[in-house]
């Protein structure tokens, strides 16, 4: 898609007593945006609006500068090329593989050309499967064959709803990276619904908060993280997303190249990407004022302070630039802020206990 794709206007849909009002909003569609709000806020409501899939939808709705929605006025969503996935693939049970996505070809409307089928089919995994029953399958290749159907319309715009909820973690794993894949293979936006902070640290570009009916923000995944009271942290605390070129395995850990900063992982698994995202916890951020030496943890990144903000018990958030200007927070306690004498501007180290791949 040469020009960014963007979503913008106000949409409003009751459903019995629930009433989506979705404010305002302009969305720039770029990579992965996730819906995310507790169950109930209404994200699956507002993908239908957006989407089209209710004709009881109100409101003004423009896709680039293609009008999508006025009023009681609705384009149908077979006119707005839009890919869907959803936690339950919905394929035929007494079909083939090949005969569920071909059965899908031949119902496109005749002004829309099929996308390469040998090509999407080897890309989500599935050409040696073609002839199996989908009855055969695991959940993970139902929902390949999923993705499958939806790319072959060569949507532009490509909306999955919990697309991972039926999956166990193996499956899970697999499709992230799958999803990954297809955005910047095809460069196709996604809107992606998840009430799972993990999978949105992973994928998201940029986070649509839902509360109570309406988008209440729209945040980069930065700027979400950035705020102590994001709806992303749970009881683990605050949450930092770091992102690093992986480099070779040296030594038995696969080191993660961040400007001048070199963050060392446990985990060797295969990284295919140019770019890889660790999550840290706050809590397994100590501070100290020159680079330990001597000591068992491996990870020590030169940072500055750029802001304490005092938590409940004595604890104290520590937000800290790292040398390439990603940002870390570190969660210590008053007495150790007060020793150490942290302030703002002040040159450190961040000495990190633990660091996984996001997942
Ligand atoms: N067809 C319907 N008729 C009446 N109420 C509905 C209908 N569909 C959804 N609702 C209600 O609208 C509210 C929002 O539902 P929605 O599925 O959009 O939430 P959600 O944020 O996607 O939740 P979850 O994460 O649990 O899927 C819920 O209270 C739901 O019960």
Redesign the pocket.
């Known amino acids: 898609m040469d020009k960014m794709a963007s979503l913008r206007g106000n949409l409003q849909l009751t ?4 009433v ?1 009002d979705s404010n305002e909003f302009a969305l720039p569609l770029d990579g992965i945006t996730v819906i995310f ?12 609006a957006l989407s089209g899939l209710d004709k009881r939808t109100r409101g003004t709705l423009y896709f680039a500068d293609t009008l999508w929605q006025s009023g009681k006025q609705a384009l149908p969503p077979q006119n707005r090329h839009i890919g869907f996935v959803f936690q339950d693939a919905a394929l035929f049970p007494h079909m083939s593989v090949r005969q569920n996505l071909l059965y899908a070809v031949k119902r496109l409307p005749s002004h829309i050309q099929a996308a390469d089928f040998d090509e999407i089919v080897s890309r989500v995994g599935m050409a040696d499967k073609l002839d199996r029953s989908v009855n055969f399958l695991s959940g993970g290749e139902k929902q390949r064959v999923a993705i499958a159907r939806a790319l072959l319309a060569r949507p532009q715009l490509l909306c999955m ?2 697309p991972l909820s039926a999956l166990d973690w193996r499956a899970k794993a697999e499709m992230l990276s799958l999803i990954e894949e297809i955005v910047e293979a095809y460069q196709i936006p996604v809107l992606y ?1 998840t ?1 799972s902070p993990a999978e949105v640290e992973r994928l998201a570009n940029q986070i649509v908060f ?1 509360a109570g ?1 309406h988008i209440e923000r729209i945040e980069s995944l930065q700027q979400a993280l950035s705020r102590v009271d994001s709806p992303l942290f749970d009881d683990e605390g605050a949450v930092s997303v770091l992102q690093g070129k992986p480099l070779a395995i040296s030594q038995g850990l696969r080191p993660l190249l961040m400007g001048d900063n070199t963050l060392w992982l446990a985990d060797l698994s295969d990284l295919k990407k140019s770019q890889v995202r660790v999550r840290v916890l706050a809590k397994d951020v100590s501070l100290a004022l020159s680079d330990p030496e001597q000591l068992s943890i491996i990870n020590h990144l030169s940072a500055e302070v750029l802001e304490l903000i005092a938590k409940p018990n004595h604890r104290i958030l520590v937000r800290l630039a790292l040398q390439d200007g990603q940002k870390l927070f570190a969660e210590i306690t008053e007495h150790s802020a007060q020793r150490l004498n942290i302030r703002v501007g002040l040159p450190l180290f961040a000495l990190i206990k633990s660091v996984a791949l996001a997942e």
Not at 15 to 18: A, C, E, R, T
Not at 37 to 45: E, L, V
């Open positions: 459903l019995g007593d629930f989506l709000g507790r169950s109930g806020s209404g994200k699956s409501t507002l993908l239908r709803d919990e619904i009430h839902m009916g």
